[in-house]
């Protein structure tokens, strides 16, 4: 059997997440990784027999390719996704989409007119508990949820600027914000807050320390957010869930739901990454594209968590309608130094 050839763009956490999961696989071989710290791309490469190379141009060049993995951080999206659709390359990209909506929406458009095989990094979407949720919910629809990112700074620099990150809502919350738009569908208009506490531990910290936001659905539905990076620890991740006489509490390791008989927590079986790459590799193959979050489906999640930071710094309410057909960026792009050896994710 022939095996589905992989190219990487970025070989940091995330794209070692992956390289775990996919060195499963009998039927993939990663052969090629790029990464603008080139003593990172070696090591990432000595571990398959790859190719390693500095950027991702000569790798799409010279390696024969059947699909890539982009691996960048939010300031970083663009050209890599660019490169890969005049290639006419299949490509699995990690959230969030980029700081520039109007870029993403051009990728998307772009992605569409190619016909091209895309996946995007939400990965809860693959938890066994949400596909029981959305169980529970097919007949009970929710009313109400209340979703928490509660957690520490993350240690990279970039993280800390928002016109390098996007902020916690973008980089990180975003999750829960799919999550719940996996669940109840569309969101017609946001409002969020936002405040900025100095850390002296923090030097150069930009981003949001805390967030609220509200959220409303085309089902009727509606929704609040909270984010705070103020802590050591990670204190809470999840989205509460309230429907007529259920309700559920979900993270990415388990299930709570409440029915008035207790509050039994069921962990979730099997690794959600794992299957979300196996949908990917499978359409790559010509199998049945069961892809749960395709580059437009992440779109739409990344339009709700763009409109969460827009409504913050302006302070008015962002109607959906009105962002799409207007989708200006909302956060100075970091400087072209950028995309040294901090740009991999």
């Given at each position: 059997?022939?095996?589905?050839?992989?190219?990487?763009?970025?070989?940091?956490?995330?794209?070692?997440?992956?390289?775990?999961?996919?060195?499963?696989?009998?039927?993939?071989?990663?052969?090629?990784?790029?990464?603008?710290?080139?003593?990172?791309?070696?090591?990432?490469?000595?571990?398959?027999?790859?190719?390693?190379?500095?950027?991702?141009?000569?790798?799409?060049?010279?390696?024969?390719?059947?699909?890539?993995?982009?691996?960048v951080p939010p300031f970083a999206h663009g050209e890599?996704?660019?490169?890969?659709?005049?290639?006419?390359?299949?490509?699995?990209?990690?959230?969030?989409?980029?700081?520039?909506?109007?870029?993403?929406?051009?990728?998307?458009?772009?992605?569409?007119?190619?016909?091209?095989?895309?996946?995007?990094?939400?990965?809860w979407r693959y938890l066994d508990t949400v596909d029981e949720a959305r169980a529970r919910l097919a007949d009970n629809p929710a009313q109400l949820m209340t979703g928490f990112w509660l957690d520490q700074t993350p240690p990279p620099q970039w993280w800390w600027r928002e016109d390098s990150s996007g902020g916690q809502i973008v980089e990180q919350a975003t999750h829960v914000i799919d999550l719940a738009r996996f669940l109840s569908g569309d969101v017609t208009e946001v409002f969020g807050l936002a405040s900025h506490r100095p850390r002296q531990d923090f030097e150069g910290l930009t981003v949001p320390t805390?967030?609220?936001a509200t959220l409303r659905f085309a089902s009727g539905t509606i929704a609040s957010l909270a984010a705070t990076c103020l802590l050591r620890w990670n204190h809470r991740v999840g989205l509460h869930v309230f429907a007529d006489t259920l309700a559920m509490e979900i993270t990415d390791h388990d299930i709570m739901i409440d029915v008035g008989q207790g509050r039994p927590v069921r962990h979730a079986e099997g690794d959600p990454v794992w299957r979300e790459d196996r949908d990917f590799i499978e359409a790559v193959q010509g199998r049945e594209n069961r892809i749960r979050c395709p580059y437009s489906e992440a779109l739409e999640t990344h339009r709700?968590?763009?409109?969460?930071?827009?409504?913050?710094?302006?302070?008015?309410?962002?109607?959906?309608?009105?962002?799409?057909?207007?989708?200006?960026?909302?956060?100075?792009?970091?400087?072209a130094a950028d995309s040294g050896p901090a740009a991999s994710a």
């Open positions: 059997m022939s095996k589905t050839r992989l190219g990487f763009i970025g070989a940091g956490g995330i794209a070692h997440r992956h390289f775990g999961v996919l060195e499963q696989m009998h039927d993939v071989q990663i052969v090629a990784i790029a990464d603008p710290d080139e003593g990172r791309a070696r090591e990432a490469a000595h571990r398959f027999g790859a190719r390693a190379y500095p950027g991702h141009g000569p790798m799409l060049d010279e390696v024969d390719l059947d699909a890539v993995y982009i691996c890599a996704e660019r490169a890969c659709i005049a290639r006419n390359l299949p490509f699995f990209v990690e959230k969030p989409l980029s700081l520039d909506l109007k870029l993403a929406e051009e990728i998307a458009d772009e992605v569409e007119r190619a016909g091209l095989i895309t996946a995007v990094g939400y990965h805390a967030t609220t709700v968590a763009l409109a969460v930071s827009k409504s913050a710094a302006s302070g008015e309410l962002v109607k959906m309608e009105v962002l799409r057909a207007n989708p200006q960026p909302f956060f100075r792009q970091a400087a």
